[in-house]
Every structure is written in C-alpha cells, then in structure tokens.
T-cell receptor
Framework: GNSVTQMEGPVTLSEEAFLTINCTYT??????LFWYVQYPGEGLQLLLK?????DKGSNKGFEATYRKETTSFHLEKGSVQVSDSAVYFC????????????FGQGTRLTINP | DVKVTQSSRYLVKRTGEKVFLECVQD?????MFWYRQDPGLGLRLIYF???????EKGDIPEGYSVSREKKERFSLILESASTNQTSMYLC???????????????FGDGTRLSIL
C-alpha cells in the first residue's frame, strides 16, 4: 500500500539557517503530494502541494519538488524564522474519488533566535 | 475561507461511555474524514465519507463508528470509550476529485479527548 517516510525529528536550527526536511514515498499510480504544517494548539494547514512529477510547490518561502525518479518531496527553505517553529507533515493522496491522505510521522521544527 | 469546525477543543470522558465528536464544514465538500493523531505515529485515518450516508473504513476503524446524515456534518462515535482512545482527533473535508480534480483537505483545530 501507499506509505510516506519522513525525516526523524526533532530538528533545531538557528534563525536564518537553511532548512531541509526529507520526505520519500511509496505509492501506486499517480499520487498528489502535500506538506502540511501544524502550529501549537492548532489543526493542520496546507503549506504547499504538487500534483504531478516535476511540479514545484511553494508558499511562504518554502519549496518542494515532486521527484518521481527518486520518489521524494523534500521540503526546503532558504532562511528560517522563529515563527516557522511547528510540526511539519508530508502526505500523499491517491487519485481516486475520496483522495485519502497518507501521512508521514511528522517532524517537529524549533527555530532559536 | 474554508471553515471546518469541531464541536469541542477539549473533552474528558470515562471508560465505557458513549462519546460523540461532531464536525461541520461550510464549503459544500463531498468528502469528510476523521483522523487521530498520536506522537510518533502521525495522523491515521479512522473513517471517511464521500457522500451523504456513505461511509468507509480507514486504517484503524476498530472501536469507532461514524454518521453522515447531512452533507455538512460528520460525526465520530466511540461506542464504549477505552483509555487507549485518548488522543487528538482531527476532522477534515475536501471536494470530490470528480468535481474539482485534485484538491487538498482542510482541517479543523482538533479535539483533544481524554478517557479516564
């Protein structure tokens, strides 16, 4: 079945550092890929998405590219801020009617000033 | 903006009680989902529904049931609550791929449920 493997956390960085959170997937067919972010005490918010190979999703300075050849969707940001501290989830959805999501285990990111 | 509203942020119940968690969305979404979130396990799908009165089991349906009598409302029911059901529960909704192509899910803020 479909699965998502995400970089183990927690990850701690200093402000303005470069961020990479690795995500790889196993899926049949042509999944869509997502990064969701969860701030403390809140639900999940969509950060970015990509629906086909070589698509690049981007939002709020974050980027991720759908790489079918390496089955990866790594999240990157060039210069992180304290406000980026949150839990990040990589997810894939199948192409069927309900588009069920399969999530990675989440990576807790803490940015120190 | 899409709004997914869960009826309670925090809930404390006792073992053996029947527990209802309610979720309402205001965007005419066909699909609705219930997940539980546990540390180190990410989110796991309990049940989902792609239409009114339709429901399908997710990955961990045991001990749960659901009800979808109206398009905007999706209820999760713990028939006889147990301590291992203490968790964060998240509701989500989305358009059907038949109507809107590939669309993301939108999440509520979650209900933190404690079973004593």
């Amino acid at each position: 079945g479909n699965s998502v493997t995400q970089m183990e956390g927690p990850v701690t960085l200093s402000e303005e550092a470069f961020l990479t959170i690795n995500c790889t997937y196993t899926a049949t067919g042509y999944p869509s890929l997502f990064w969701y972010v969860q701030y403390p005490g809140e639900g999940l918010q969509l950060l970015l998405k990509a629906t086909k190979a070589d698509d690049k999703g981007s939002n709020k300075g974050f980027e991720a590219t759908y790489r079918k050849e390496t089955t990866s969707f790594h999240l990157e940001k060039g210069s992180v801020q304290v406000s980026d501290s949150a839990v990040y989830f990589c997810a894939l959805s199948d192409q069927f009617r309900a588009q069920k999501l399969v999530f990675g285990q989440g990576t807790r990111l803490t940015i120190n000033p | 903006d899409v709004k997914v509203t869960q009826s309670s942020r925090y809930l404390v119940k006792r073992t053996g009680e029947k527990v209802f968690l309610e979720c309402v969305q205001d965007m005419d979404h066909e699909n609705m989902f219930w997940y539980r979130q546990d540390p180190g396990l990410g989110l796991r799908l309990i049940y989902f529904s792609y239409d009114v009165k339709m429901k399908e089991k997710g990955d961990i349906p045991e001990g749960y049931s659901v009800s979808r009598e109206k398009k905007e409302r999706f209820s999760l029911i713990l028939e006889s609550a147990s301590t291992n059901q203490t968790s964060m529960y998240l509701c989500a909704s989305s358009f059907s791929s038949l109507r809107q192509g590939r669309q993301p899910q939108h999440f509520g803020d979650g209900t933190r449920l404690s079973i004593l």
